[in-house]
């Protein structure tokens, strides 16, 4: 609440970190909270395939799999 960026900027922001860091239940919790802050699953889904060449695949291979326990594939 602190600056400019929105509730769900900040949390699809804090999904990629927690992708970055391996982080299965950070990603859990920042995906919550960015649906629950309008965030769509197309926007969900984005921001990991924009961190394949920052990551690498195997790392966002990983955070799909989460994803989709969450969000379901093709919703």
């Known amino acids: 609440e ?10 699809l922001v804090q999904l990629a970190a927690c992708v970055a860091m391996r982080s299965e239940g950070g ?7 960015a649906l629950e ?3 769509t699953n197309e926007e969900v889904y984005q921001v990991l395939a924009i961190l394949i060449n920052t990551v690498g695949f195997p790392t966002v291979a990983a955070a799909f ?10 919703e």
């Not at 600056?3 to 769900?8: C, S, T, V, Y």
């Not at 799999?65 to 093709?74: A, D, T």
């Open 37 to 39: 802050a309008g965030a």
């Open 27 to 33: 990603v859990h919790s920042h995906i919550r909270r």
């Open 65 to 74: 799999s989460w994803v989709n326990s969450l969000i379901g594939e093709g």
């Open 2 to 11: 602190a600056g400019p960026l929105d509730a769900k900027t900040a949390n």
